[in-house]
């Protein structure tokens, strides 16, 4: 491992072991990795902080959970969304809580695609049953991860490399930092013991067909390729910069790994379109 690629390493695992990241995160992934835990335990934790109650909260609202009445307690969203959502959406917020005010627009507009994401890899899942829609928001939502944190160890000098087209920038991101945004985002996932499957989708969210190679025993996850596909028809060519995104060589096995056609794609990508308006309030800090 070069010198670059073991201190970032390093530096990810201490955004998690000291201050950097809220204490408010830490409790959380305490809570929701004890088996033992209970809904109120969790609760307790996370009124202590406006904002994650308040996505929390708005996310259980979303019409992809079609709850029968409108959810307005911390504890009636947990169950709704379960401890591994809860704590998806903790990680997100305070991670991509770091940016600088004036760099907002940048962050809400990167939020906001990882949580269309997070919805399409839903969607998809939904229609081909072969992973829980819990698993498929999770991954979709963090698959991104990686620039937040980034930007979070090394600041503007950050920000000076993310106007590269994505095929660029994956590159320019190894040789300056040590490693590209997806594999950066992967270390920091594993480390807050994220599902092996969600920190795979985000490794590979943009080669999946290197993960799909790697696999030499038992099936590969549908789960990579799948949060690929709802990157790309979210994205429809374009990340939330403007920049474009990549396209496996080999897309069509993606696509049966992942078991969908262009019918399915087209369907995902128009209902996330339709659900636009409802999605405003969860973008803004």
């Known amino acids: 491992m070069s010198t670059k690629r073991e201190e970032l390493l390093s530096r990810i695992y201490e955004i998690i072991k000291i201050s950097t990241i809220p204490s408010i995160l830490k409790k959380i992934m ?15 934790v996370i009124e202590h902080d406006q904002s994650i109650a308040a996505r929390v909260v708005g996310i259980s609202n979303s019409v992809y959970y079609g709850f029968p009445r409108k959810i307005n307690s911390i504890s009636q969203a947990i169950l709704v969304l379960g401890f591994e959502m809860v704590k998806g959406l903790a990680i997100s917020t305070a991670v991509f809580d770091v940016f600088d005010r004036e760099k907002r627009p940048h962050i809400v507009s990167l939020w906001r695609h990882s949580f269309e ?18 698993s498929a928001f999770l991954a979709g939502l963090l698959h991104d991860i990686g620039r937040p944190i ?3 160890i090394f600041g503007r000098q950050y920000l000076e490399v993310i106007g590269c087209d994505v095929h660029s920038l994956l590159s320019v991101e190894e040789e300056t930092f040590g490693a590209a ?30 993960y ?17 596909l709802a990157d790309l028809v979210i994205s429809e060519g374009n990340d939330c910069s403007g920049q474009f995104t990549i396209i496996s060589p080999r897309h069509s096995d993606i696509l049966r790994a992942a078991n969908v056609d262009h019918a399915v794609l087209d369907d995902v990508k128009d209902t996330v379109k339709k659900m636009s308006v409802q999605l405003e309030g969860y973008f803004e800090y």
């Open 212 to 228: 799909l190679s790697s696999v030499k025993t038992g099936k590969p996850s549908c789960l990579v390729p799948m949060v690929y």
């Open 181 to 210: 945004h997806p594999e950066a985002g992967s270390w920091f996932a594993d480390r807050c013991k994220l599902p092996e499957s969600c920190v795979n989708s985000i490794r590979f969210h943009h080669n999946p067909e290197i």
């Open 117 to 134: 994401v997070a919805m399409g890899s839903v969607l998809l899942a939904e229609k081909t049953g072969c992973v829980s829609r819990d």
């Open 150 to 152: 980034l930007y979070q």
């Open 30 to 44: 305490e809570v929701t990795e004890d088996s033992n835990s209970s809904v109120s335990e969790l609760e307790r």
